[in-house]
Structure formats: structure tokens, C-alpha cells
């Protein structure tokens, strides 16, 4: 990229409120102008970043991403956190160039619609995945329909979660599912502590795929649905999708890309 364009790019820096993040952030703003996200120019006209830089780990991560991905902004993380599988390490040196040389993939998130046992309706989005948990001592009993076709008709489980493929490294791995490639256009159903059918271990969707869960029996064995991050108690259905309308932008350095590290995963 030409210089002059490398100079003009416009950065927003948000940090998580650690002291490894903080101490991040004073560092980057002593070196670099930021700019405010929602920063007003004359005329009442908002100044949009070029992209934002992220300080913190995964967690910090998807809660930026849900709070700004409808701006349409790319977002460039560095790891400051434990994890950090979102994002690249932390090198505040020639921080400009890196975002310009930086590789973007695009993630869609999964829209949950869920109905309560009071008759409320709940829509959500899920970058990683969305959940479904028992909330009492029993089991849950859950029906699941795959584009309209029963597929199974009474799973007895601790609950089942449908997972991206940016998700698929975390919680759905640590329950036996798949870990998923960027590119692959698909999706994973995995079951939490399947009791019935007790040999049943999952599945592997079109992305394009509709998929509902009935609560068999809500009042006795209550679910939970969780969003990522946001739960939805006492559900009796929820209905997932991807949200194709919805891009996220996420910057990686060359050395450091995501499509790579998610296939390193399945070597571990």
C-alpha cells in the first residue's frame, strides 16, 4: 500500500479493563491519533474509523464485535488477554503497516430466535455459537428439526449448541465436536452429554440450514438459550440460522491468519 494512503488511515483503539490492556492502550495512543468511534465532525456528520483496534483476549473481543458489527468496520485485535485465538499478537511497532498488510476474512453470525414459557420473543446473534443448557437437576428432553424434518425426535441430554466455524474451536470442541475450516460452508450441531440417542455425536449442516429445538417438557426440565454471551431462561423453542446479511470484518496479520490456525487446531 502506497504511504501516503498508510498515514491516512484512521484508527479507533478500544481496551479491555485490564492492566495488561490499559497499559496497552497508553502505549498505542502515545504513538498513534486515534479516533473516536462515534466522534462528530461539523454538520453533525459521524467520523467512521477505518478499522478497530481491539487490546484484550477472545472474550473482550466478541463483546466489541457484537457491540459495533452493525458499523460495518473491520476489526484488528492484539492479544492481551489468556486465549487469544481471535487475535493477533500484540506488536505495537508499525502497527499502520500491519493493518494495511493485513489478510480479512469474513464472519457470519447465527440469528437465535427463542420463545419463553411466558410467551416472549427473544432474536439474538452468535459469533461463536448458540446454546442450549438444562437448567435443573434432570435432563432436558429436546425435539430437533432440521429444515423442517424431524430429525430427532426426543434427545434426553445436558443440552446441545450450534456452533461457527470461528466458534468451532472453543466450547464446541471441548464437548466432542468439530473443529470447522474457514470456507467450508457448514455448520455443526453437537450434543451436550447425550444420554438419548446415546451414541449419537452430532452433525455437520449446510450453513444455509434452519434448525429448531422444542422443549418436550418445560415446566419439569427447563432450558436456558445463550447467544455467545446473552441467555434467554425457561425457553420452550428456539430457532437458529445463519445471518448471511451480516458481515464481520476480521483483520489478521500474514503470519498470523485464522483459516491457518484453526486447521493447526485439528493437529494438536
Same mark, same amino acid.
Given at each position: ?34 479516533? %473516536? ?96 443448557? #438444562? ?15 424431524? #430429525? ?15 466458534g468451532s474451536t472453543a466450547y464446541n470442541s471441548s464437548a466432542g465436536g468439530p473443529i470447522i475450516p474457514l470456507g467450508a460452508n457448514v455448520i455443526s450441531l453437537t450434543p451436550i452429554s447425550p444420554f438419548r440417542p446415546r451414541h449419537w455425536r452430532g452433525a455437520l449442516l449446510h450453513h444455509n440450514s434452519s434448525i429448531n429445538f422444542e422443549n418436550l417438557d418445560p415446566a419439569k426440565r427447563p432450558l436456558s438459550a445463550v447467544a455467545?454471551?446473552? %441467555? ?9 440460522? %445463519? ?16 483459516? %491457518? ?8
Amino acid at each position: 500500500m502506497h504511504n501516503s494512503v498508510i498515514y491516512m488511515l484512521k484508527i479507533a483503539c478500544i481496551a479491555d479493563s485490564s492492566k495488561v490492556a490499559q497499559a496497552a492502550y497508553n502505549e498505542i495512543i502515545q504513538h498513534y491519533k486515534i479516533v %473516536e468511534i462515534s466522534k462528530k465532525r461539523r454538520g453533525g456528520k459521524s467520523e467512521t474509523p477505518d478499522v478497530i483496534v481491539v487490546l484484550g483476549g477472545d472474550g473482550f473481543m466478541l463483546q466489541v464485535m457484537h457491540k459495533y458489527m452493525s458499523r460495518n468496520i473491520p476489526f484488528y485485535g492484539m492479544n492481551c488477554g489468556t486465549v487469544g485465538f481471535l487475535m493477533n499478537t500484540y506488536s505495537p511497532k508499525l502497527l499502520i503497516e500491519k493493518i494495511s498488510e493485513s489478510r480479512c476474512h469474513i464472519l457470519h453470525p447465527l440469528h437465535m430466535y427463542a420463545r419463553n414459557i411466558q410467551g416472549k420473543d427473544y432474536e439474538l446473534l452468535a459469533i461463536n455459537e448458540v446454546s442450549l443448557f #438444562r437448567q435443573s437437576r434432570q435432563a432436558a428432553k429436546t425435539r430437533i428439526t432440521v429444515d423442517h424434518v424431524v #430429525r430427532i425426535p426426543e434427545m434426553v441430554s445436558d443440552g446441545v449448541l450450534v456452533t461457527t466455524p470461528a466458534g468451532s474451536t472453543a466450547y464446541n470442541s471441548s464437548a466432542g465436536g468439530p473443529i470447522i475450516p474457514l470456507g467450508a460452508n457448514v455448520i455443526s450441531l453437537t450434543p451436550i452429554s447425550p444420554f438419548r440417542p446415546r451414541h449419537w455425536r452430532g452433525a455437520l449442516l449446510h450453513h444455509n440450514s434452519s434448525i429448531n429445538f422444542e422443549n418436550l417438557d418445560p415446566a419439569k426440565r427447563p432450558l436456558s438459550a445463550v447467544a455467545d454471551f446473552t %441467555e434467554v431462561r425457561d425457553v420452550v423453542s428456539v430457532s437458529v440460522h %445463519e445471518q448471511q446479511k451480516t458481515s464481520i470484518k476480521l483483520l489478521f496479520d500474514p503470519e498470523h491468519n485464522l483459516e %491457518e490456525r484453526i486447521i493447526k487446531e485439528q493437529f494438536m
